[in-house]
C-alpha cells in the first residue's frame, strides 16, 4: 500500500489519513488544537461600516487627486487637490496610516496656500 509522509508529524502514513491527494498534512495534525487556535485568528475580519465607508471615499479621493496634475493648467487642479485630500483624510485615519494622514494634511495645505496666492 502507498504511504506519504505528512510534513508536520514526519510518520508515513497511508492515503486514507489525509483528507485529499494534494493535502500534505494528515488529518490528525491538521485538527490538532492549536491548529485550530491558528485558524481563528486569521479568521477573515469585517469590516465596520465607518471603514467601508471611508475605503469607498478614499477611492473617490485618490481618484480626484490622479486627475489633478492634468488640471492644473485649467485652474481647477488645485481645488481637486483639495477635494482628494478632504475624501482619502477618513480612510487613512480610520486605518491609522499616519504617514498617509501626514501626507493628506501636507496636501491640503500645500494646494490651500496655492489657491489662496492665485
Ligand atoms: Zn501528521
Not at 489525509?18 to 498534512?25: A, E, M, P, Q, V
Not at 475605503?55 to 490622479?66: E, T, V
Request: charged share 20%; hydrophobic share 40%.
Amino acid at each position: 500500500m502507498y504511504k506519504r509522509r505528512c510534513n508536520v508529524c514526519g510518520q508515513k502514513k497511508s492515503d486514507k489519513k489525509f483528507l485529499h491527494g494534494k493535502k500534505k498534512t494528515c488529518i490528525s495534525c491538521e485538527r490538532r488544537w492549536w491548529m485550530r487556535v491558528l485558524r481563528l485568528m486569521v479568521l477573515e475580519r469585517k469590516l465596520t461600516p465607518m471603514e467601508r465607508l471611508g475605503n469607498r471615499l478614499g477611492y473617490m479621493g485618490s481618484a480626484f487627486i490622479m486627475m489633478s496634475p492634468y488640471l492644473l493648467p485649467y485652474g481647477i487642479g488645485g481645488y481637486t487637490y483639495l477635494l482628494g485630500a478632504v475624501c482619502s483624510l477618513p480612510q487613512v485615519w480610520i486605518a491609522k496610516q499616519w504617514n498617509l494622514v501626514a501626507i493628506n494634511f501636507n496636501l491640503l495645505i500645500g494646494y490651500g496656500l496655492y489657491i489662496w496666492n492665485s
